[in-house]
């Protein structure tokens, strides 16, 4: 995987979870990490899947994202 690629990934999914942040921002970050597309998105994606500090709608958008890639 390109390291470009990576830092990205890492920058977005640092977006989406920082709860400090608008729940918009949190969301078009997950969408974004969807638009890659790649193995490690998706292993990002789920992730954000565990993670019990977002509020369920997050953590279902993060899933159909996840579910997107798998497709």
Known sequence: MPE?????LKKL???ATDMDLSANL???AMKSMGQI???DALL???D??????????ERKLALQQAERLIK
């Open 13 to 15: 999914t640092d977006i």
């Open 4 to 8: 470009p690629v990576i830092t990205e």
């Open 26 to 28: 949190r969301k078009d």
């Open 44 to 46: 990002a994606l789920l």
């Open 37 to 39: 597309g790649t193995r």
């Open 48 to 57: 954000l899947v565990a993670n019990e500090k977002l509020n369920p709608g």
